[in-house]
């Protein structure tokens, strides 16, 4: 008798009698034939969520996927909303292009209430965001370049960014015309700026219950603090994210125990249930896919097709967040590749996924 499903890999993958570890003996077609209208509907909103997924890191980063009014950025607040130019002062920093925006007929402006910490933000600006998540557990460490161009020294104008957790915001740069001179002058705007900034927000340290499925937002903003006519300038670019404080993350590993496989799975919060999604379809880089990073395969909408309680497939943590099985070695043919993620489910919608992993079974 086989192993929990493994037979779905091998050459007789169809109408198998199977024995899992955690459940009864089931005859399953592992064509997705037999998903019911539950499974249905979990994968068709796996497919909905995979959009946020797919696209949940910043977008147009450096701000070189289009010229003029930024792509994927949102503008608020009146003003300037933003424009993608080529070069001055000392911008861009990487790439061909850079971001440009000014608050002019904005204002009064008024920064945020914790100039390095949390608090309200910036009011009364000209505004530019965008909602992201981390790419893993690792690289929490947001970073970017920005350069203010003050063009109204005696007013009190700013330029601020700030990051959210939707519930927390956090200032992580102020700059204004005390930090004026000191870069190249702008040729376009005729005026002082200040030096090349480089930001660093440890988002680890600053959200220390975030997860890879935090949702922040960051927010550029360039403030008229006494007069709503003249607005300064703010330059941004090189937006990216580097080794920080890691999150603690849902995850689920494959090693080789010699006669035996071991899958463990732990969950950021204890007692979930998941799914160990997993597709042998290798069409591009790990974790590039549209389903959870995952590329499409039949197998995925099999597994979503298993009932609860089916060993390292579909189950459910422990009270400390704790899952591990064994499936013996023999089960699977040596040498196959596969890429797999931890969905994890609670109250019947997708709560949290892990990073996505490729495998080589020995």
């Keep these: 008798m086989a192993e929990p499903g493994w037979l779905l890999f091998g050459p007789a993958a169809k109408a198998q009698d199977i024995s899992f570890r955690d459940g ?7 064509d997705g034939v037999s998903m019911n209208a539950t499974r249905i509907i979990l994968a068709i909103a796996l497919i909905a969520t995979c959009g946020l997924s797919a696209s949940a890191q910043l977008a147009n980063p450096g ?36 971001l ?11 920064p945020h209430s914790n100039e390095g910490g949390a608090g309200s933000d910036a009011t009364g600006t000209a505004q530019l965001s965008q ?27 700013f330029m601020e960014a ?36 480089n930001i660093s927000a ?3 340290a600053l959200f220390p219950t975030a997860t890879t499925s935090t949702i922040f937002t960051v927010t550029l903003h360039i403030g008229n603090l006494n007069t709503g006519t003249q607005g300064s300038r703010g330059y941004f670019d090189n937006f990216d994210f580097a080794a920080g404080t890691g999150f603690e993350a849902d ?13 463990a799975v732990h969950t950021v919060q204890p007692s979930r249930e998941f799914y160990n999604l997993i597709s042998g379809n290798l069409g591009g880089p790990i974790g590039g896919g549209p389903l959870l990073g995952l590329y499409l395969d039949p197998l995925i909408f099999d ?6 309680g089916t060993a390292g497939l579909h189950t459910g943590t422990d009270p400390m967040g704790d899952y591990s099985t064994f499936v013996s070695s023999a089960a699977v043919p040596s040498g196959t590749t596969f890429d797999y993620v931890l969905a994890v489910v609670f109250a019947g919608t997708l709560e949290s996924q892990s990073s996505v992993k490729r495998y080589v079974w020995p």
């Design 100 to 110: 440009s925006f000014f608050g002019a007929s904005t204002g009064p402006g008024t």
């Design 162 to 197: 700030s990051v959210s957790d939707g519930a927390i915001v956090y200032n992580i740069m102020h700059l204004d015309a005390s930090d004026t001179p000191g870069g190249t002058p702008s040729s376009a705007a005729g005026s002082s700026t200040s030096p090349i900034s």
């Design 131 to 157: 909602t992201f998540s981390t790419p893993n557990e690792s690289n929490t460490l947001l970073t970017f370049d920005c350069q203010f161009v003050s063009l109204d020294a005696t007013n009190g104008d």
């Design 63 to 98: 701000f070189e996927s289009n010229f003029g009014v930024p792509n994927d950025w949102t503008p608020a607040g009146g003003g300037s909303p933003g424009a993608t130019v080529f070069t001055d002062a000392d911008m861009p920093t990487a790439g061909s292009f850079f």
């Design 24 to 30: 009864p003996i089931l005859g399953l077609s592992f």
């Design 251 to 263: 995850s689920v590993t494959f090693s080789d125990q010699g006669a035996s496989q071991m899958i």
């Design 303 to 308: 597994i979503l097709s298993l009932p609860f």
């Design 202 to 204: 440890d988002l680890g």
